[in-house]
């Protein structure tokens, strides 16, 4: 808790039990775009506390790691996107983060149904959702997140690797899981235009993508050299403050500035591997 926070009025909430308690966890979107030709492929949900004193996402959950509630903070956050997304009724997919604890605590300790129902309840059909499996830690029980991941694609949800390559996002995980979608982490898009080594790293995972049947997208496309770079190496999806930064309101058409980059035709000049 900060000093600040104690001399802010008495409602605002100063810890994250009651911050879940007045339920203000705004829910912030930011388009995935499809790199062939511009078009939405849907939006990744991003929380955005509307109180308290945590401005940024990982000050909130290491709070919430403190109060022992992170997975409440989870479920609560993916409740609030199911919520301002229904309310928006958007085109194309929902991305939300889990973490690997709540996705099996979800679908062991409390009923799995209960998932569905909140989702359909809102008016989400489950193949309209991607869940993003999001690390904080190491995945100790692979096999438990296999039987979660199972079930939910049975039930016809997606299945997305965040942050790949970050460190904590193995390669284990993503040939035992086998996802619908791998998230590259954004250290490997920024200023590929000028890297030789991201260059060829982002290509040797496409052919592992390729092996295991999965999507990529690339994160943090910030430059439009990163834009050109990764659409012409043919990589699906991308995500960046590039393409459209997280907003309140989500994006019902692709964003001009980025739409000219990903219609032109020139052909882009790959750098020479260093
Ligand atoms: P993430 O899931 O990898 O989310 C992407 C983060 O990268 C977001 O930060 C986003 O604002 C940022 N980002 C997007 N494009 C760019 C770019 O071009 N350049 C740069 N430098 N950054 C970019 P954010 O919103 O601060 O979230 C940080 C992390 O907090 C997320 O990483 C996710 O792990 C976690 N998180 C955020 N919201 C939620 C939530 O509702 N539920 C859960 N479980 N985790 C969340
Ligand atoms: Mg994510
Ligand atoms: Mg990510
Ligand atoms: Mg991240």
Redesign the pocket.
């Known amino acids: 808790m900060t000093r600040t926070a104690l001399v802010k009025p008495v409602r605002e909430p100063d810890t994250v039990a009651a911050l879940i308690e007045a339920r203000a966890?705004a829910?912030?979107f930011?388009p995935i775009v499809s790199l062939a030709d511009g078009s939405l492929h849907g939006h990744?949900?991003?929380?955005?506390p509307s109180a308290g004193p945590w401005a940024?996402?990982?000050a909130l959950?290491a709070a919430a790691r403190q109060e022992g509630l992170s997975i409440e903070?989870?479920l609560a956050?993916?409740r609030?996107?199911l919520v301002s997304w229904s309310r928006q009724r958007p085109t194309g997919k929902l991305f939300?983060?889990?973490?690997a604890a709540?996705l099996t605590q979800l679908l062991e300790v409390q009923e799995p149904q209960r998932l569905m129902e909140m989702v359909r309840s809102r008016g989400v059909t489950p193949s309209a959702l991607v869940i993003?499996i999001?690390e904080?830690e190491h995945v100790r029980d692979v096999e438990r997140l296999q039987h979660a991941v199972l079930w939910l694609r049975r039930h016809g949800v997606g299945m997305a690797l965040?942050?790949f390559g970050d460190g904590r996002s193995s390669l284990r995980l993503w040939s035992e899981l086998k996802p619908e979608i791998v998230?590259i982490?954004?250290y490997f898009?920024?200023e590929v235009a000028r890297n030789g080594d991201k260059l060829q790293t982002l290509r040797a995972l496409m052919h592992i993508a390729e092996t295991f049947g999965s999507a990529l997208v690339a994160?943090?496309?910030?430059t439009d050299d990163d834009l050109r770079v990764v659409r012409d190496l043919g990589i699906g999806l991308g995500?960046?403050?590039?393409?459209g930064?997280?907003q309140a309101a989500l994006a019902q058409a692709p964003l001009p500035g980025a739409l000219a980059v990903l219609t032109s035709r020139e052909v882009a000049v790959l750098p020479q591997r260093r």
């Open positions: 966890l829910m912030h930011q990744e949900a991003l929380v955005r940024h996402p990982d959950f903070l989870e956050c993916l609030a996107a939300v983060n889990l973490s709540a993003e999001t904080h965040d942050d998230k982490d954004k898009t920024r994160e943090g496309i910030e995500q960046g403050y590039g393409l930064r997280p």
